[in-house]
């Protein structure tokens, strides 16, 4: 399971600036936020839709960091991640 989420915490973060076709920025963690990078594929997975309407319940379309923002946990986000890869 450790190996899991390590795999998806070094996929899923990006030092890059732009995002690469086919990926979506996200930005979470509940106080500092940090920038991942998601497959769009993960659009369509119910645990990741529920992270999103966490997202809109919580910003509506109003994300303080200027793009999409989950409100959890980052170890929370990055075992979903995890299982989802």
Do not use: W
């Not at 998806?8 to 936020?33: C, D, Q």
């Amino acid at each position: 399971m450790m190996r899991g989420i390590l795999a998806a915490r070094k996929i899923l973060t990006s030092k890059a600036a732009s995002t690469p076709k086919g990926f979506l920025a996200v930005y979470v963690g509940e106080n500092k936020k940090k920038r991942y990078m998601v497959p769009v594929t993960f659009l369509n997975q119910p645990c990741f839709q529920a992270l999103l309407s966490k997202a809109e319940e919580e910003f509506g379309f109003d994300h303080p960091m200027g793009g999409l923002t989950i409100p959890c946990p980052e170890d929370t986000f990055v075992a979903i991640a995890s299982q989802l890869q």
